[in-house]
T-cell receptor
Framework: EPEVTQTPSHQVTQMGQEVILRCVPISNHLYFYWYRQILGQKVEFLVSFYNNEISEKSEIFDDQFSVERPDGSNFTLKIRSTKLEDSAMYFCASYRAQLHSYEQYFGPGTRLTVT | QKEVEQNSGPLSVPEGAIASLNCTYS??????FFWYRQYSGKSPELIMS????GDKEDGRFTAQLNKASQYVSLLIRDSQPSDSATYLC??????????????FGQGTTLQVKP
């Protein structure tokens, strides 16, 4: 069964450094997402991506964040200058958008620790 | 502010019992609703989707939707210890049918005791 994959599983970085989180969505899916979950808190929407452009972004997704689909399979989230409060689990998700079906499937996540 | 509310629990049920998990949402225009299961330290795993009022059954799981009351529930029959997890209610934000943005509740922790 196809799955969303993410790398790395755990990333430790120093404050102010740039990080790139990588995702490979399910191959025939068209909509891609990043969510994050701070320990003990809700899963929060960051950004949605369709047809090679951002379709919606949250208030969290400021100028320090960017997304890219550099080829036909990868989907990346870049944080330019990490802050302590960026420490969280980051989940990539995708869905196909069939008629009457909006089911999103999540990857295993990347745990980002900013020190 | 669009909200999804769940009782954080923990909800404790004996093995073999029915577990009932509830969720309310604030955006009356929402049309798509989902239940995810999340084990500690893991990612959300989709269990059920529901789009129409009424019940939808899949194995031991039944999702119930009442749009007039803005209420979604999940019933787990014959609960097993392996069902012990946090159950997340997610609502697709109204007006986001083209983007698919999901708004999550805090999650209800279910403990199934052998």
């Amino acid at each position: 069964e196809p799955e969303v994959t993410q790398t790395p599983s755990h990333q430790v970085t120093q404050m102010g450094q740039e990080v790139i989180l990588r995702c490979v969505p399910i191959s025939n899916h068209l909509y891609f997402y990043w969510y994050r979950q701070i320990l003990g808190q809700k899963v929060e929407f960051l950004v949605s991506f369709y047809n090679n452009e951002i379709s919606e972004k949250s208030e969290i997704f400021d100028d320090q964040f960017s997304v890219e689909r550099p080829d036909g399979s990868n989907f990346t989230l870049k944080i330019r200058s990490t802050k302590l409060e960026d420490s969280a689990m980051y989940f990539c998700a995708s869905y196909r958008a069939q008629l009457h079906s909006y089911e999103q499937y999540f990857g295993p996540g990347t745990r980002l620790t900013v020190t | 502010q669009k909200e999804v509310e769940q009782n954080s629990g923990p909800l404790s049920v004996p093995e073999g019992a029915i577990a009932s998990l509830n969720c309310t949402y604030s955006d009356r225009g929402s049309q798509s609703f989902f239940w995810y299961r999340q084990y500690s330290g893991k990612s959300p795993e989709l269990i059920m989707s529901i789009y129409s009022n009424g019940d939808k059954e899949d194995g031991r799981f039944t999702a119930q939707l009442n749009k007039a009351s803005q209420y979604v529930s999940l019933l787990i029959r014959d609960s097993q210890p392996s069902d012990s997890a946090t159950y997340l209610c997610a609502v697709m934000a109204h007006g986001s049918s083209n983007t698919g943005k999901l708004i999550f509740g805090q999650g209800t922790t279910l403990q199934v005791k052998p």
